[in-house]
Structures are given as structure tokens and as C-alpha cells.
């Protein structure tokens, strides 16, 4: 962000340069600049947006309540199916994962900038710690810099993949002592105004794949041949099309499940 930020003013001074002097050796001179430092400021423009788009943000929205919610989800794919549970809260099918935990020092940072806890969602031990809060608009930048410095808040998806697969029975520990994942992608979405929490909101999600080992994958494949109320395998498709299924029984697919195709 530094490195894109002397680009900008470069730029922004090779531009005032070559108007100035226009025609002149040093205006010619200017107009090269321009077109060389343009390439970085775009580049760097696109690589920001998020960063860029949030800054806007905490003008636009500076005094409103804004709901935050930062979740991870698990792709988990065997022969182009992909694994869904039951919700635990909500009667839906949805991927494995679920909003990050935030530690002591992570408290201490939201404190500091005078989060609110979120009571869309009833408090219990499941909830407890969750990163689903409410905080101004003008607070918007400060809290996706720490977000995205991964501390003081939870950086793995271990304890998800383990409450909702091992702790449940579905898999075992032996086979599943431990998984190993890819990073996939983060999604954050664009603010908007949500009924369902009656405020601006923006979600963000980190997508990671299962990478099973050959052990895992053949339990896997053992369980989506197995009939068991709390576990789905779709397809893509279904996915996208929000559980309608070819002979147009439906399935409560989640919303968010887009999110691991």
C-alpha cells in the first residue's frame, strides 16, 4: 500500500508537470512519466479496490451503524459434489464453517474502536467471541487493516471442520487427526442495507478446499455413499440455483454456499 501510494503522488506530480510545461523539454519529459507511473497506479488501483472501496466507505457512511461479519467456509468436492451440513441455527443446508473467533488482544483492538456486539444472533458458547459486530462507518478502514493482519483473531479453519465433522461423528479422528487446506479466495461484499439486521451491512468470507489425504478421501467417499440426515452432497449446479433440484424438488441450499463454487 506504501509502494502504491509514492506511485500516486508521482503521478499526480509528472501530471501537473507535463500541463505546466506543456511542449517544452521538460513537459515531453513530464508526459513520458505520465505514461510510464500509469501502468503501477492502475495495477495498484485494481489490487486495492477493496482497500480503496472502504476508505469511500468510511466518508460516505462515517456516522452509520455498519454490521461486520467475518466468516470461513470449507470447499469439501469428491467427483464434482460438494459436501453441505445441516445449519445448526437456521433450517438450511450450508458448507462447513463459520464465523471467526476473535482473541483477548483482538477484544482489545474492537474496544478501541468502540465495536458493538451483534445481537442478530442470540449470545450462548457457541456464539461467544464471534467477529459479527456493528461499528461506525468512519471505523471501516481500521478494522479491515486489522482484519487482515490476522491477529488477534482466529487463522485457522480447524475448529469449524472439527465441531461440525468430528466432534458430530460424521468422520473420525483417526483418519481426520488433523487436515490440511488450501486458501482459496476472500470474498467481501459491496455494502448494503440488509432486512434481516435492519442496518448497512458487509460480509466477508474466506473460502479454503480440503486437500484429504489418500486415507480421508476414501472415508470421504465412504460417507457420500452413506445415508445421514445432517450431511448433503450436491452439485455445482444445485448450488447455484439455490437447491432446485432437475425434478424440481428443492433443497434449502444457503445463500452463502455460492461462495465455495
Known amino acids: ?19 505546466a510545461a506543456h511542449g517544452s523539454t521538460v513537459g515531453n519529459l513530464a508526459s513520458g512519466a505520465v505514461i510510464s507511473l500509469s501502468i503501477p497506479v492502475l495495477d495498484g488501483l485494481i489490487a486495492n479496490r477493496i482497500t ?27 467427483d464434482d459434489k460438494y459436501l453441505l451440513v445441516k445449519g445448526r441455527r ?17 477484544t482489545v483492538f474492537l474496544t478501541s474502536i468502540n465495536a458493538q456486539d451483534d445481537s442478530l444472533i442470540p449470545f450462548d458458547s457457541q456464539s461467544g467471541n464471534d467477529l459479527r459486530i456493528y461499528i461506525k462507518g468512519s471505523q ?8 487482515n493482519e490476522r491477529s488477534g483473531r482466529e487463522d485457522s479453519p480447524w475448529r469449524e471442520f472439527y465441531e461440525e465433522l468430528i466432534g458430530t461423528g460424521i468422520l473420525s479422528q483417526e483418519v481426520f487427526p488433523y487436515v490440511f487446506q488450501d486458501y482459496v479466495k476472500r470474498e467481501v ?6 432486512e434481516h439486521a435492519e442496518s448497512l451491512e458487509i460480509l466477508i468470507a474466506d473460502v479454503y478446499e480440503l486437500l484429504p489425504t489418500p486415507a480421508q478421501e476414501a472415508e ?12 448433503t452432497w450436491v452439485a455445482e449446479e444445485t448450488i447455484r440455483r439455490r437447491g432446485v433440484l432437475p425434478d424440481r424438488t428443492v433443497l434449502n441450499v444457503a445463500q452463502h454456499a455460492r461462495r465455495i463454487v
Open 1 to 19: 500500500m506504501t509502494r502504491f501510494i509514492i506511485y500516486q503522488i508521482l503521478f499526480l506530480a509528472s501530471l501537473t508537470l507535463a500541463f
Open 52 to 78: 480503496m472501496r472502504h476508505l469511500w466507505y468510511s466518508v460516505r457512511y462515517a456516522g452509520k451503524d455498519v454490521r461486520i461479519s467475518a466468516a470461513y467456509l470449507f470447499r469439501i468436492k469428491i
Open 90 to 106: 437456521f433450517a438450511q443446508i450450508q458448507p462447513v464453517g463459520g464465523v471467526y473467533k476473535v482473541s483477548s488482544s483482538g
Open 140 to 147: 471501516i478502514p481500521k478494522f479491515y487493516k486489522w482484519f
Open 189 to 194: 461484499d459491496p455494502i448494503r442495507y440488509s
Open 220 to 231: 470421504l467417499r465412504q460417507l457420500a455413499n452413506t445415508d445421514l440426515p445432517d450431511v
